[in-house]
């Protein structure tokens, strides 16, 4: 059976391991050669194949899944821009601006509290519609009989004006969310001053 000492560092070692993978992109940690994972292991000769190669795992699994989080976050943006470009399509120009503003806010705070992988997985598709809707927007613009600088306005707000105001949507659950999460440190805090003047 393994020593105390010597499982710690083993821990300690797979730790360090994980920092320095951190740095790596995705696609360098999927397809590292075996010479480069045996002068990995060089570095770190308590951890087993095993064990390396479920560091190696661990890390790919948590970049992917950060990677995922902040695609996540950027979505309502991509949503609202094609509700904005949708409905001043079929309808004007005021009410897209109000449903695209509507979708925005109330996406981003529920973006903030949720997260689904396998629905981020489809809605990461809608980015690559954005772009088309940019340009189905300038096209409308133009045909209402607005003039170049208007449209290329009218694009750059849509692109960069969806961006600030999702930022301003969702300061106020945040500030909600900060203020819970350091609440609940203080009454733990408490908990364990209290349990200390009882021993």
Do not use: C
Not at 134 to 145: N, P
Not at 169 to 186: N, T
């Amino acid at each position: 059976m393994e020593s105390r000492g010597k499982a710690n560092a083993k821990l300690e070692q797979g730790r360090q391991l994980a920092g320095k993978l951190y740095d790596y992109r995705i696609a360098q940690l999927e397809s590292l050669s075996t010479e480069e994972q045996a002068a990995l292991r060089e570095q770190f000769p308590l951890l087993g194949e095993a064990e390396f190669q479920d560091v190696l795992r661990q890390v790919i699994e948590a970049k992917r899944y950060e990677q995922e989080r902040i695609g996540w976050q950027a979505t309502p943006h991509d949503v609202a821009v094609l509700v904005l470009v949708i409905v001043i399509t079929l309808v004007d120009l005021r009410t897209g601006l109000m449903a695209g503003v509507v979708t925005l806010a109330v996406l981003e705070n529920v973006f903030q509290v949720v997260f689904n992988r396998q629905l981020y997985g489809i809605l990461s598709m809608l980015v690559w519609l954005t772009y088309p809707a940019y340009a189905v927007l300038a096209y409308v613009l133009y045909q209402r009989g607005f003039g170049i600088i208007w449209i290329a306005a009218g694009v750059l707000l849509a692109w960069g004006g969806t961006f600030v105001l999702g930022a301003l949507a969702r300061l106020p659950l945040r500030l909600i969310l900060e203020a819970r999460a350091k609440s609940a440190q203080d009454i733990e805090r408490m908990k364990r001053e209290q349990a200390k003047k009882k021993e």
